[in-house]
């Protein structure tokens, strides 16, 4: 199923996104679309919108913490125009690359329950259905890892999530994963800069075989 605004099949985040919207009447406060090139090799998958980040601006990791490490990193590597992803309406263009979220809505203490990871993992299926073989996903965190598993019907435990991981997926396309570049990872230094920069350069050389 394609993208869609008006989503609410989950009733929780629903309502939380109505609650939301009264106290913060500027924020998106609706499902958080993909955004990028939509023809793009590459798919990133994250977790979910966070409060003042994607919920407020309404693109993908904008807005906050989490997004600062991704899109420097992005930049470094050819596939963004620019380093810094501040607003849905700035110039911001990325090259041969898309952003999603495991969940499209804001959901309470950004922990989306399992059967919301499930109702929107139908948005999740189109996206990756849309993709072309030879493909790459990279999965931050161990939710969006699964998320993909449960995507493409395959078996968790022949798929273990670890900082680093590569994997071959059917239809050609390539898994990688990563720790989520959250603040609480990269402020711990469970992921650096480099760990991440790692990854990229891996990902990148995929895409140019």
Same mark, same amino acid.
């Given at each position: 199923m394609e993208y869609? !605004?008006?989503c609410k099949k989950c009733s929780r985040l629903s309502s939380? =996104?109505? @609650?939301? =919207?009264?106290? *913060?009447p500027n924020y998106f406060c609706k499902p958080v679309p993909p955004f990028g090139d939509l023809q793009a090799k590459f798919l990133i +998958?994250? #977790?979910?919108?966070?409060?003042h980040g994607a919920n407020k601006t309404g693109r993908p990791f904008t807005g906050d913490h989490a997004g600062i490490l991704l899109y420097e990193t992005l930049y470094k590597h050819g596939f963004s125009s620019h380093p810094t992803s501040e607003s849905a309406q700035d110039k911001l263009i990325l090259n041969n690359c /898309? !952003?999603?979220?495991?969940v499209k809505c804001l959901p309470p203490k950004n922990k989306p329950e399992s059967q919301e990871i499930k109702n929107c993992n139908v948005f999740l299926q189109y996206e990756i259905s849309a993709l072309k073989k030879g493909s790459v996903l990279l999965a #931050?965190?161990?939710?969006?890892?699964?998320? !993909?598993?449960f995507a493409l019907n395959l078996p968790k435990k022949d798929f273990k999530f670890f900082h680093g991981a590569r994997y071959c997926l059917p239809n050609d #396309? +390539? #898994? *990688?994963?990563s720790f989520h570049c959250s /603040? *609480?990872?990269? @402020?711990?230094? /469970?992921l650096t800069g480099a760990m991440f920069n790692e990854v990229f350069l891996s990902i990148k050389r995929e895409l140019e075989k």
């Open positions: 869609d !605004i008006d939380f =996104l109505s @609650q939301t =919207l009264e106290k *913060y +998958v994250g #977790l979910a919108p966070g409060m /898309r !952003i999603t979220n495991t #931050l965190g161990t939710v969006a890892h699964n998320a !993909i598993l #396309l +390539v #898994l *990688y994963d /603040r *609480y990872n990269t @402020q711990t230094k /469970r």
